[in-house]
Structures are given as C-alpha cells and as structure tokens.
C-alpha cells in the first residue's frame, strides 16, 4: 500500500455513491437523514489521570431500539443531525471508531462525521480536547499535543471496562480518525514524533503565511522552548488502523519515527490545491507520504479544509463576515459541503471496510 493515491471523482451530493474503490465496488453511502435517525448517542464523562477535570465524552452507535429523537450539534451557524438519545445498543460487537475534533471544535462539531461513520456501522467515540476546544482554544495548549492523544487512550481505557458497552466492542478493529490538529494526534498514537526545531524551522519559513504559525505567533508561543509534550512519544499499540484528515504539523514529522509506523494510515487531504503549507503531504509538501510505509493518500477535489466542518445554516456566512470571523462556511464553486462530506465518508468508510 506504499504511497497509493487515490482521488475521489467530483459528483452530485444526491447522486449515489462518491467513491467507486479499485476493485469496481461501490460502498452504500447516503448521507445522515435528519427525518428518521437510525443511530443512537449517548454522553459521558472520562475521569483521566492528566486532567484536572473530567472529559466530556459520547457514544454513537446504529441504535438497537428507538427512544426519542433529539438535536446534536444545533448552532447559531451549523445544522445539527438527529439521534436517538441512549438508545439500546445493538446485538453483536462492532468495530470502534475513536474521534479527535480539530483545533477550536468539540464533539458537536463532529457530528456529521460521527452520525455517517456509526450509520456505516461502526461504534464512534467523541470527546472534548480541553484547551482546543470551542471557545477555550488556546495556542499555548495548543502544543501540547501528548494531552490530546491521552485523552484519546483515556476515553477508551473508559468505553472498554464499560460493562454497557464494551461487550459491543470488536476489539480487534479499533481505529482513530483524527482532523486537522486531531489529525496530528492520531498521527501520534500510530507513533510519529514531531521535531521541535523542524518546526520552528518551517515556521521561520512561511511565517504567517502559513495558519498554524500565525496562530501561535498571535500567543505569544515561544517556538525556541516547545513544551515536551509537543515531541513526547504518543503511540498506543490498540489504534490498528489512522485515519488523518489534513493533518497539521507534518513538517514537524520526525522521518525515524514514521519509519517504525508499522499499522495503516489513510491521509485524507480537502481539496487538490494545497493552499495551507501545514496540511500539504504531498513529495512536494512536507513529503509525509515518502515517511509512511503503509499509507494510502486520498485527495478530495474541489474542496478546502472548512469543508470538513458541519453543515451551515442559510445566512450563516453572512453572520460570520457581521463577526469579523473566519469564512468557515464559504465552499468553492461547483462543490458543496454536502457532496465533500458524502466523498469523505466514502473514502473513510472504504479505507476502514465499513
């Protein structure tokens, strides 16, 4: 599977399958229906030893039994998606999905991804990353990535002695999917390092030119003195199989390190342009598909890094440019969200055999 790329065809949102494998079959994939819900969620908190207070955690499932539906996710800005709240988990062991939210997002943001994955059929755990979340996302935290792959092995020290739900579990197919700086920490629980210097020497590079530095720049961060948990060793040898999708950091990655990456990676970059230096993983890029010896890099065209977020409501880019904030619910033309997500989920889903 060394350097395997695919790209995935540009089709209507409605249209059926976005992703026809090598082999000519075609996954079931529709998008998450808000009318009827066939999947179940319920939260929960993670007690961690690296946290001062519990993680805000939650389960989605195909739901065994319905009990009532409700809103996951609901926004000023995004559209929610509709579960069945603590609905009976369903017979059987199902393979599990461990989720890491992107930087300044939270377990409602991924909802749409959580919802498509447990309607494929696989368990998906979600989780609150204190420090990069909404409206608590800090620079200085934000480098401390070892705590986000904690948290990750922490939710799932927690779901498998779970008596309600661990029997549910394939322990044999536990995988993490990871976004954007969730990208970076599934990345380290696979056992890729980052290298201190490498970084402040691409940031010394593109400088504000690229997301990531002008971030932390704004912060104040000292890129001379990172803290240790930015380089620290992740790895957890349960997570059998990554997924990252426009992955932050990959310059950072220390080659030595991927080297010894002995499991599955899939990275899954938005769109075929590459504006933003950080996730492009190209040879030409940071050149983290030449470091991987099991990868598949799957592009979705005509897409941009805001499209993996939620659906927006009507109006919403307006809303956002009112706030001066950034266009997350701007799509490039000839592309909508709803057509990138169906793409991702597919790629995904093919890449995990859902």
């Not at 979705?300 to 997350?328: M, T, V």
Request: hydrophobic share 45%; proline share 8%.
């Amino acid at each position: 599977m060394k350097h395997l790329i695919f790209t995935v065809p540009l089709m209507s949102a409605l249209a059926g399958p976005a992703f026809t494998d090598p082999a000519g079959t075609d996954p079931a994939v529709t998008a998450p229906s808000a009318a009827a819900p066939t999947i179940g969620f319920d939260r929960f908190d993670v007690k961690t030893d690296h946290r001062s207070t519990p993680l805000a955690a939650g389960i989605w499932y195909p739901s065994g039994r319905a009990t009532y539906a409700a809103s996951v996710g609901d926004s000023l800005v995004f559209e929610p998606v509709e579960a069945y709240v603590g609905a009976a988990l369903p017979e059987g062991a199902l393979p599990l999905i461990v989720l890491s939210h992107g930087s300044g997002s939270s377990i409602d943001g991924t909802a749409w991804l959580a919802a498509g994955l447990a309607e494929r059929g696989a368990m998906v755990l979600v989780l609150n990353h204190p420090g990069t979340t909404t409206g608590d996302s800090s620079p200085r935290r934000t480098v401390r990535l070892s705590e986000r792959a904690a948290d990750m092995s922490a939710a799932l020290d927690h779901v498998l002695a779970d008596p309600q739900i661990a029997p549910h579990i394939d322990s044999s197919r536990i995988s993490a999917v990871g976004f954007s700086l969730g990208g970076s920490t599934v990345l380290g629980l696979a056992g890729l390092r980052l290298d201190p210097a490498a970084y402040r020497d691409y940031c010394a590079r593109f400088k504000e030119t690229a997301q990531d530095c002008l971030f932390l720049m704004r912060g104040g961060v000292d890129l001379d003195t990172l803290p240790p948990e930015f380089s620290a060793n992740m790895s957890d040898p349960r997570f059998t199989a990554i997924v990252a999708v426009d992955p932050g950091w990959t310059y950072a990655a220390m080659p030595e390190s991927a080297a010894k990456i002995d499991r599955p990676i899939q990275l899954l970059s938005l769109g075929d342009s590459f504006p933003w230096p950080t996730t492009d993983v190209r040879t030409e890029g940071s050149g983290l598909v030449d470091l991987l010896a099991q990868v598949e890099h799957t592009i979705i065209p005509n897409a941009h890094h805001y499209s993996f977020l939620p659906l927006c409501k009507d109006h919403a880019a307006q809303l956002l440019i009112e706030e001066g904030e950034d266009p997350i619910c701007d799509d490039p033309e000839g592309w909508d969200r709803a057509t990138a997500h169906d793409a991702s989920l597919a790629a995904i889903a093919r890449f995990l055999d859902l």
